[in-house]
C-alpha cells in the first residue's frame, strides 16, 4: 500500500514562504517521479511542480516558475516544495502525488491528503 502524507502547510503573509514535505512509503521511492498539485475552492486541481525520480529532471506550472522549487531527498524518502515569494492567488490545499512525470492528473495514481496552505494579503 503506497501512503503519501504532506506536511509544513500554514498562515503566511504574502511575501512570505513555505517549505512543503511530503513522505512516501510503500514504493520504491527512488525510481517514482513525484509531482505537487493544489486546488483552490471552487477551482480544478492544479498542476503545479513535478520532479523525475532521480531528481534531475524538474518542471514548473508558469504561475509558480522562478518561486517555487521542488526537491527531493531519496534517503529519506521525502519530496519537499519550497515556496518563496508567495501570494494570496497561491492559497489552496496542496496535494502530493506519486507516478508517472507530468502535468496531468491522471498521471499520478497515487495521492496524498493535502495540506492547506493560506497566503494573507
Known amino acids: 500500500q503506497v501512503q503519501l502524507v504532506e506536511s509544513g502547510g500554514g498562515l503566511v503573509q504574502a511575501g512570505g514562504s513555505l517549505r512543503l514535505s511530503c513522505e512516501v512509503s510503500g514504493r520504491t521511492f527512488s525510481r517514482t517521479p513525484m509531482g505537487w498539485f493544489r486546488q483552490a475552492p471552487g477551482k480544478e486541481r492544479e498542476f503545479v511542480a513535478a520532479v523525475s525520480g532521480s531528481g534531475i529532471m524538474t518542471d514548473y506550472a508558469d504561475s509558480v516558475k522562478g518561486r517555487f522549487a521542488i526537491f527531493r531527498d531519496n534517503a529519506k524518502n521525502r519530496v519537499y516544495l519550497r515556496m518563496n515569494s508567495l501570494k494570496p492567488e497561491d492559497t489552496a490545499v496542496y496535494y502530493c502525488?506519486?507516478?508517472?512525470?507530468?502535468?496531468?492528473?491522471?498521471?499520478?495514481?497515487?495521492w496524498g491528503q493535502g495540506t492547506q496552505v493560506t497566503v494573507s494579503s
Open positions: 502525488a506519486a507516478g508517472d512525470m507530468g502535468r496531468q492528473r491522471n498521471a499520478y495514481p497515487f
